[in-house]
């Protein structure tokens, strides 16, 4: 239960971080490139970021050079340097221009983004940082192949192939789609996987039984959407996730900056099983960030 008071220091830092996100677009606005973690990213201080719930992945990095940082932290320890990492939901390539700090000659990164100017700007994002050992394609995931409509949504992290409002004439895109085990079929078998697909995740699922059961992929994360997919859905995901037999490792409660502000981001130590049954899922609230491992793995 959050405070008065933590609600009030919320709204302070926002009023701060809104006049700095102001002052940057008078005076810094377009895209340039800007500090992030121990690397650098094109960045553009006109994408929006005024809304209170800090959707803008651009803001978010430009105010603070990282976002989600528990998830950061981890993925930080979690990844090796002879990975080869399955990248769907790329973006603009935060985790990718992480990924790369760690990764040796050995390792490698199939990158996988819908959205046309997200594939853009990561193309100069892999570019910026000298990204070599990388593989970029315009493309989602899917049950099948084929194509699908890719929902627009106002920040450039938030577009789905899931339709969120539901309302017809809803903006979209037509975007190819192929299967993960199509996909990876004449590719190197992948170690990680990385998936923040905004609710589309239960979808893809069906379409990577090969990989997920894979000897190969030892460890992912994942970001469950419950709010946009039916409970008895989500149960039967997480379910062939427990039978592939993966467990968690952490599980991070929506780890964006406003629940951080409140305290309300948190990593909980939670089995799937327990997680299967979480009211959270059960009844559609929050997102989540998990990290999984596969038994008998040892990091």
Known sequence: ???FF???????????????????LLFRGGERPWPVLDFQMNLNASQPGLDPKENSIHKQLILD??????????????IRPDDVILELGANIGYYVCLESRILSSEGFIYAVEPAPENVA??????????ISSIEVTHMAMSDKPGTARLYTGKACNLHSLVNESGEADSQYLEVPTDTVD??????????????????????????MQDTLRSPMLRRMFIEI?????????MQRFLMKLLEAGFETTHVISRDNWQRAVLGQAKVEQITLSQLMQDERILHKRNAFEIFFEK????R
Not at 188 to 202: H, K, N, Q, T, V
Not at 225 to 233: G, S
Request: proline content about 2%.
């Open 1 to 3: 239960m959050v405070s």
């Open 6 to 24: 933590g609600y009030l220091r919320l709204f302070c830092l926002m009023c701060v971080r809104n006049t700095r996100w102001v002052w940057i």
């Open 65 to 78: 050079g990282i976002r989600e940082q528990h998830a950061t932290a981890i993925m930080q320890q979690y």
């Open 121 to 130: 700007l990561l193309k100069r994002n892999v570019a910026l940082n000298q």
């Open 182 to 207: 199509g996909f990876l079929g004449d590719r190197r078998p992948i170690s990680f996987l990385r998936m923040d697909i905004e609710g589309y995740e239960a979808t893809v699922i069906d379409g």
């Open 225 to 233: 959407h419950p709010a946009l997919i039916e409970a008895d859905r």
């Open 295 to 298: 038994h008998g793995e040892s």
